[in-house]
């Protein structure tokens, strides 16, 4: 068997550089070969008291912006406040008309009869072991990147920011924050008929 994986570019492609690049996944494929789209989906689920206000603080500096992009956007289906992904990022996205609800939809990427199967599975956030240190891991990495722009957007010191950040992580055990992973497989046509 052969296999072409994608992973986590849901935030790098709009609809027609996706149906681009499972063509190209496509061509590179061997018939019979199996193409896996796998894609982490951006909102996390039973988050603390304190995200919530990281996130509310977002959303509410990023709403008229928001607003504004997804009526001039003819593209966009989705409206951009319908989950906590950070209004910062969707803002960013629409501008580039990629959408971040797009990991849910892996599956429908495949078209022309391929074999398709696809699912989900939940992961927890600074929790239940190695897997949840891993993507609280992931967590602290946003929130260092985002740290600048969000204590200026928020009024919060440097410090003030690093101790709210802290409380968010450390509220993730607690409250059982968790997300999921999206995948999809299709197979490639083998030309061959299949019996049975």
Avoid: Q
């Avoid at 070969?33 to 982490?40: A, M, N, R």
């Avoid at 990427?109 to 240190?133: C, I, K, M, Q």
């Avoid at 924050?177 to 490639?188: F, L, M, P, S």
Wanted: aromatic share 10%.
């Amino acid at each position: 068997m052969y296999a072409r994986i994608n992973r986590n570019m849901s935030l790098c492609f709009t609809p027609e550089e996706w149906e681009k690049a499972i063509t190209e996944l496509r061509r590179i494929c061997k018939p019979g070969g199996y193409i896996e789209l796998v894609e982490c989906d951006h909102d996390m689920r039973s988050i603390g008291p304190n995200l919530t206000k990281v996130m509310t603080t977002r959303k509410f500096m990023a709403r008229n912006l928001c607003l504004l992009i997804s009526a001039l956007s003819p593209t966009n289906t989705s409206h951009p406040l319908s989950s906590f992904t950070p209004p910062v990022v969707r803002v960013t996205l629409n501008l580039r008309n990629i959408s971040p609800d797009s990991a849910s939809n892996v599956h429908t990427f495949f078209t022309n009869g391929e074999h398709v199967a696809g699912d989900y599975s939940s992961f927890p956030v600074g929790w239940n072991g190695r897997l949840g240190e891993m993507f609280l891991r992931n967590s602290e990495l946003g929130f260092r990147t985002l740290g600048p722009y969000l204590s200026r957007a928020m009024g919060l010191s440097e410090a003030e920011w690093e101790d709210l950040a802290k409380k968010c992580l450390a509220e993730n055990s607690e409250f059982l924050t968790w997300g999921n992973v999206h995948w999809a497989v299709g197979r490639k046509f083998s030309g061959k008929k299949v019996s049975g």
